[in-house]
């Protein structure tokens, strides 16, 4: 079940925020500590369908979409790190 992830996260400390399918937060979360694990094992209890979003505060991340179409995120994630020496994981 996703609110065993949610734990787990946790446990590895990332800040868990639950979220709909909509992809909005359940819960206010700005400016609040991390939820403990029995707050998770609470809020999974009462929105058991609630994905798992990450709050990024001392990393970022790159959403990367791929289309059907010729528009692919990724291979401009690859031009971008060839012309800038980057490496991307």
Known sequence: MLVDYAIKYSEHGFSV?????????????ADKPPLTTNQIIEIWAKYPDANIALKTENFFVVDVDRHSTNIDGLNSIRELSLLSGLEIL
Request: glycine share 8%; aromatic share 8%.
């Open 17 to 29: 925020i639950p979220i709909g399918q909509n992809k909005r937060p359940l819960i206010k979360f």
